[in-house]
């Protein structure tokens, strides 16, 4: 098993930046492809980055691509996410998640999860 914790979710102007963390404990670390996903209030959770075991792939939203940066530090057990260019569309509960099998898009295919940070961007 693995546990997950994010962090540095908060508010922030349309334009700005943050970047999530998500620290993990338990099982190996680098067993895990890693992603990150967001629910906004009355809507699906859905897709945002996923990143593989090795850190060396990537896949993104559309809705984000060029603009958010997942990425993952194997020494801290920590995946980031990056966030630049925030819009007020991005304003959602951010989850990290981890599978082991592979850099997946859907939710149901995480085995576990965070309890959350939310994201506020303000226009």
């Known amino acids: 098993q693995v546990q997950l914790v994010e962090s540095g979710g908060g508010l922030v102007q349309a334009g700005g930046s943050l970047r999530l963390s998500c620290a993990a404990s338990g099982r190996t670390f680098s067993s895990y492809a890693m992603g990150w996903f967001r629910q906004a209030p009355g809507k699906e959770r859905e897709f945002v980055a996923a990143?593989?075991?090795?850190?060396?792939?990537?896949n993104y939203a559309d809705s984000v691509k060029g603009r958010f940066t997942i990425s993952r530090d194997s020494a801290k057990n920590t995946v980031y996410l990056q966030m630049n260019s925030l819009k007020p569309e991005d304003t959602a509960a951010y989850y990290c998640?981890?599978?082991?099998?592979?850099?997946?898009?859907?939710?149901?295919?995480?085995?576990?999860w965070g309890q959350g940070t939310q994201v506020t961007v303000s226009s």
């Open positions: 998640a981890a599978n082991e099998r592979a850099v997946i898009s859907v939710p149901d295919e995480y085995d576990y």
């Open positions: 990143i593989s075991r090795s850190g060396r792939r990537t």
